[in-house]
């Protein structure tokens, strides 16, 4: 079935330690998304790509890089994890950027302690 | 539709109701709204969408409704099911930096059976 996959599903992690989020996507759309959620605030786009080799900031990045070598996959990383960053992880895709529907994974449920 | 701190507005309809959930957005500028569904442990799944030179599109048991004048979105649900139990929330695009969606805070739909 096509669709996002995100890898770990959960993880708990020490403060300082380096941390990389794993996403795929089998629909060859372009875009591609990462949000933060948190309770009461909604998702919150920490960086996006709206094609291979390019990527752009969000409404949160600091803390967070990400690349995009291919259209297939966009990896987050958290270079030195904090317990803000606790928070669920949703990667999206969209055919394009603007007005379109993004398709979301099932997240990555990551707790910094 | 829009969260208040922790805590999401909840609606709680009996199972073959009719539900209304509602969406105020606030850039006169969208033009393009967007309708999900979150189930708890999942990610946001795409429902249903609308763009601003439309007042009305219908889906299967779905329909959304766009009032530009009062920047109101609204997401009517037929006969109501305990599976439409979940978090709905709109999302805009504002067309401000980068061209993206912009995601409400939610409403918790609870069906009672």
């Known amino acids: 079935i096509a669709g996002i996959t995100q890898a770990p599903t959960s993880q708990i992690l020490a403060a300082g330690r380096r941390m990389t989020l794993r996403c795929t996507q089998d629909m060859r759309h372009n875009a591609m998304y990462w949000y933060r959620q948190d309770l009461g605030l909604g998702l919150r786009l920490i960086h996006y790509s709206n094609t291979a080799g390019t990527t752009g900031k969000g409404e949160v990045p600091d803390g967070y890089s990400v690349s995009r070598a291919n259209t297939d996959d966009f990896p987050l990383t958290l270079a030195s994890a904090v317990p803000s960053q606790t928070s669920v992880y949703f990667c999206?895709?969209?055919?394009?950027?603007?007005?379109?529907?993004?398709?979301f994974g099932d997240g990555t449920r990551l707790s910094i302690l | 539709g829009e969260s208040v701190g922790l805590h999401l507005p909840t609606l709680s309809v009996q199972e073959g109701d009719n539900s209304i959930i509602n969406c105020a957005y606030s850039?006169?500028?969208?033009?393009?709204f967007i309708w999900y569904k979150q189930e708890s442990g999942k990610g946001p799944q795409f429902i249903i969408d609308i763009r601003s030179n439309m007042d009305k599109r219908q889906g299967q048991r779905v329909t959304v409704l766009l009032n530009k004048t009062v920047k109101h979105l609204s997401l009517q649900i037929a006969a109501t099911q305990p599976g439409d139990s979940a978090v709905y929330f709109c999302a805009e695009n504002p067309h401000d930096a980068g061209n993206m969606l912009t995601f409400g805070g939610g409403t918790r739909l609870m069906v009672k059976p």
């Open positions: 850039n006169s500028a969208s033009d393009y």
């Open positions: 999206a895709s969209s055919d394009r950027e603007g007005n379109q529907p993004q398709h």
